[in-house]
């Protein structure tokens, strides 16, 4: 473990632009992973990250203990910092000071879509996109597509809220979705408010794609026309809108439900 | 249409301090709602508010024009702000400038719960609330019932997050739940990740009351243990937990669903 103690370090300076500048993290295709939970997650299901940054009051915690022993077990460098200096790249009050530096992957974009997977068109909230891919991982939704509009994924906001789904399921960003949907091997079920078809009427047992949009607006119009169906939420009363998140829950749950009672049945 | 441009004004006062402190709208029994959706939710669903503030900039839009007149014609005031004032209420960014100074609702707490419910114990996150809230409103639960550790409803986060919910569901905030459970007439059913039974094992179609916690500890121990049942939503692959909001849904939904299917069997 070495300390750090200067702002002008370049590996703090690297840090710190990384902490602040969502430009900065897609650039240099690495991220910050902020807290015990996501460091925990990542060791157990992707392995070392390429730094271990530790505040110096997070020392004598256990579960960080237990962190950065497994990290020097693999031979990555920790770094200790001052509790300013690692306040300054903290978005997490009160939390327990440790972040991993890490690799954002990048992939090709597989030809065809023929697994269930999760297309999000324009999405802007990142607690909506974090809360999506954690719903998306626990119901067994593996394959994520953003396009070029949705918020980055690999933001302190998004990571926070998916609570480690990121390293279950397979991201894509800056995705072209009409020509994806357009070569889809599978059904590309679109959620809307207008549409007349009930989802618990759909037949899921089978894989598809869930395609969701922007908070406001919705799915684009031309993506819309480009998909197999067009899928409403029941609703009762007054509200006839749910926020997306919800929304994609109650799809990929309702999946998990049929596929489960043809298991059981 | 009047017009105050100082900040000295005793409505603006008031207004300042209610858009900045949880403790004043709390203790005012009032909250402002923000933005063109709101207000027409608000309109529509219990009529006048208390009064009516506009942006100067916004007087021009038709939206905002619509709302002034119908205001107006329940014979309520209507002020105009210059932007800078006006803005310094708003913590919508890019948001049209209308905004209604409202009573919160206050309800006693009904003797017995026997309506399906949704109790929320020590939730923190606004976000969430406020989308459980809508989730509840849409799928036809009506009653929400709150500890004193959960955030307050009548927020600015809450209301956005909620989209209008608040005026379609009953909110009763403060609430002791331990006695409200422990005197339930319907099955009060707590979700926990430890939980053996399947939410999709359960017949939901009576009326029962939904129990949420914390976003990071989950429900209470005492509560849990005076809830009829524990329920988990089953889970697929390495992530064993839902976004608590999300959870709602699913668990609403699922409800709806049950409910649906015996209208139409």
């Known amino acids: 473990m070495r300390t750090v103690s200067s702002r002008e370090n370049p ?90 530096l890490i690799d954002t992957p990048t992939r090709a974009v597989p030809g065809v879509l023929r697994a269930s997977a999760v297309l999000l068109d324009n999405l802007q909230d990142p607690g909506n996109v974090g809360s999506i891919l954690r719903s998306a991982a626990a119901a067994g939704v593996t394959q994520v597509y953003c396009s070029s509009g949705t918020a980055f994924c690999w933001s302190p906001k998004v990571l926070r809220a998916a609570m480690g789904a990121h390293f279950v399921v397979e991201i894509y960003e800056n995705v072209d979705l009409a020509a994806l949907v357009r070569d889809a091997a599978i059904a590309v079920l679109a959620t809307s408010g207008y549409a007349t078809r009930r989802l618990y009427d759909l037949d899921l047992r089978q894989p598809v794609a869930w395609l969701f949009g922007h908070e406001g607006q919705g799915v684009a119009d031309d993506l819309l026309a480009l998909a197999s169906d067009q899928v409403v939420i029941p609703h009762l009363g007054q509200i006839e809108s749910l926020n997306v998140a919800a929304c994609a829950a109650v799809c990929f749950f309702e999946q998990l439900r049929q596929n489960q009672s043809v298991e059981t049945s």
């Open 11 to 100: 590996l703090y300076k690297e840090l710190k632009q990384l902490a602040g500048s969502s430009q900065a993290r897609r650039k240099a295709g690495r991220t910050l992973l902020d807290g015990v939970h996501l460091c925990e997650s990542y060791l157990q299901l992707r392995g070392a990250p390429l730094q271990c940054i530790v505040a110096e009051g997070a020392l004598a915690n256990p579960e960080v203990g237990a962190i950065v022993q497994r990290v020097e077990q693999a031979r990555v460098h920790c770094t200790a910092l001052p509790d300013a200096l690692y306040k300054a790249l903290s978005q997490v009050e009160h939390g327990v000071g440790i972040m991993f």
